[in-house]
C-alpha cells in the first residue's frame, strides 16, 4: 500500500541553522512526490514537487528512488519558515494525493 | 482570484446533528476533492468529482456522509446524523485534473462536535 512517512512530528531551529525535513514513501511504480506547506492561519498550499526540480523559498527536494526518500531542505532557515509541512504522494494513473503526518518546522531568532 | 471557497469556516453542533459544508472551487477546475484532516493528521481524501461525477468515494463513510456537486461546479458535503468523532477540519480542493497544476485547497471548515 502506499503511504507517506514523516518521523518527525516537529523540528525547532534557530535562524541561519540548515534544515532537513524527513520524508520516506513507500510505492511500487513511479511517484510522483510534493511538498506542501501551511503558515499560520492561512491554508495548505503547494511549495515543490519533484518533477519540476525547482527551488521555492530556498528549499529543495531530491528524490531518492533507493532510499524512497524526498527530503526537503534549506540551507538556512528564516523565522517566516515556521509552519506546517507536509508531503505527499500522487497515487499512479490518479491524481489522488496521499499525505504523511506533517512536520512541524520552528525557527528561533 | 479568490481561490477555493468554503463555508462555513467553523461550525459547532451537538451529537446526532445534521451539518453541510459547502464548496466552491477555483474557476475552471473541473476536478473537485473533499479531504479530512483530524488533529495531527494529514488530510485524507474522502471523495473526488470529475466534473459532477464522483470517480472515487471508497473513503467516504456512506451511512452517514453523502456529497453532491449536482452542476459541475460548487459542492455540498453532508453529515447526517453527525457523532462525536466527526471533529475534524474538512478541507476542499479544485485542479485540472491530470492535466497537472496541483490541488488548491480552501481554508477548510473546522467542526466541533459536542
Known amino acids: 500500500a502506499q503511504r507517506v512517512t514523516q518521523p518527525e512530528k516537529l523540528l525547532s531551529v534557530f535562524k541561519g541553522a540548515p534544515v532537513e525535513l524527513k520524508c520516506n514513501y513507500s510505492y511500487s511504480g513511479s511517484p510522483e512526490l510534493f511538498w506542501y506547506v501551511q503558515y499560520s492561519r492561512q491554508r495548505l498550499q503547494l511549495l515543490l514537487r519533484?518533477?519540476s526540480r525547482e527551488s521555492i523559498k530556498g528549499f529543495t527536494a531530491d528524490l531518492n528512488k533507493g532510499e524512497t526518500s524526498f527530503h526537503l531542505k534549506k540551507p538556512f532557515a528564516q523565522e517566516e519558515d515556521s509552519a506546517m509541512y507536509y508531503c505527499?504522494?500522487?497515487?499512479?494513473?490518479?491524481?489522488?494525493?496521499?499525505f504523511g503526518t506533517g512536520t512541524r518546522l520552528q525557527v528561533f531568532p | 482570484e479568490a481561490g477555493v471557497v468554503q463555508s462555513p469556516r467553523y461550525k459547532i453542533i451537538e451529537k446526532k446533528q445534521p451539518v453541510a459544508f459547502w464548496c466552491n472551487p477555483i474557476?475552471?477546475?473541473?476536478?473537485l476533492y473533499w479531504y479530512l484532516q483530524n488533529l495531527g493528521q494529514g488530510p485524507e481524501l474522502l471523495i473526488r468529482y470529475e466534473n459532477e461525477e464522483a470517480v472515487d468515494d471508497s473513503q467516504l463513510p456512506k451511512d452517514r456522509f453523502s456529497a453532491e456537486r449536482l452542476k459541475g461546479v460548487d459542492s455540498t458535503l453532508k453529515i447526517q446524523p453527525a457523532e462525536l468523532g466527526d471533529s475534524a477540519v474538512y478541507l476542499c480542493?479544485?485542479?485540472?485534473?491530470?492535466?497537472?497544476?496541483?490541488?488548491?485547497f480552501g481554508p477548510g471548515t473546522r467542526l466541533t462536535v459536542l
Open positions: 474557476s475552471g477546475h473541473n476536478t
Open positions: 505527499a504522494l500522487i497515487q499512479g494513473g490518479t491524481d489522488k494525493l496521499i
Open positions: 519533484h518533477i
Open positions: 480542493a479544485s485542479s485540472q485534473g491530470l492535466a497537472g497544476g496541483g490541488q488548491f
